[in-house]
């Protein structure tokens, strides 16, 4: 069950992403950091995002994911996955990444979903293998599928 710390972190979470991204929009006239994101109004534990903007084998995509924080959220991390075709991960698996459930031990309860979500796209850029990527190293050129 959910404890008032973790909705309570989880709802100051989502008023701060919709107000930096409204904030992005009126000064920069568009999202500048390669994603937008924000909580399932039905179930706050889950996010929503899409990544875009992206270079190289990924120009032009639109890639959804999810961010699922565990009940006792921020004291442990939450899983992460992407949902559609990317040519970089497993659709809905898991992404073991220092950020996630996989490692526990490296987890700080400061980070927020937007850090999760930064460190995924850090992480997809680079061509680093983990639990949940598609082409464990392959040529560059196979992602573009």
Known sequence: MQTKNTNLRLQREAKKAFKEQQTMIKKQGKITNNFVYGPN????????FVVFGLDDHFKGGYYLGSVVCPDSYPQKPPSIKVHTMNGRFCIDEGICLSVTEYHPESWNPAWTVSHI??????????????????YHNSPADARKQ
């Open 41 to 48: 109004p039905e179930n706050l534990n889950e996010w929503f």
């Open 117 to 134: 979500i930064l460190g995924l796209i850090t992480f997809w850029l680079s061509d680093e293998d983990t639990a949940g990527v598609e």
